[in-house]
């Protein structure tokens, strides 16, 4: 149910437009990425799959799953940088970024 601000002020007031209710984005400007079903990336990620090639077989809720062998494999875009098709070995790989995972702040006590 959309309560107007006329139903919350009373009945003989004016009419105005229902409340909108906005998402936080948590200060994050969102883009799309360049990287679609098909492609031929490399993985920047470090970690047992850095270096290795393959192709974006799906896109799920935010991540990439990536065929790596005869296993495919979740990345997000910013982990995986794309290549010619056909590439088997990446020279002068950019390593991705590390970010940390956030932790919840716990107030001292």
């Known amino acids: ?37 098909g492609n031929t990336v490399a993985v920047r990620r470090s970690g047992e799959h850095y270096g290795q090639v393959g192709p974006v077989i799906a896109s799920r809720n935010g991540y990439l799953l990536v065929q790596l ?6 990345f997000r875009a910013r982990d995986l940088q794309r290549v010619e098709p056909g590439t088997t070995e990446v020279v002068g790989l950019t390593p991705a970024p590390h970010r940390p995972l956030a932790r919840p702040q716990h107030a001292p006590q």
Not at 9 to 20: F, I, R, T, Y
Not at 69 to 74: I, M
């Open 1 to 37: 149910a959309v309560e107007t601000v006329a139903a919350a002020k009373g009945a003989g007031e004016e009419c105005e437009a229902p409340l909108k209710k906005k998402r936080p984005s948590g200060g994050r400007h969102r883009t799309a990425t360049d990287l679609v079903i």
């Open 69 to 74: 062998g005869s296993r495919p494999t979740y």
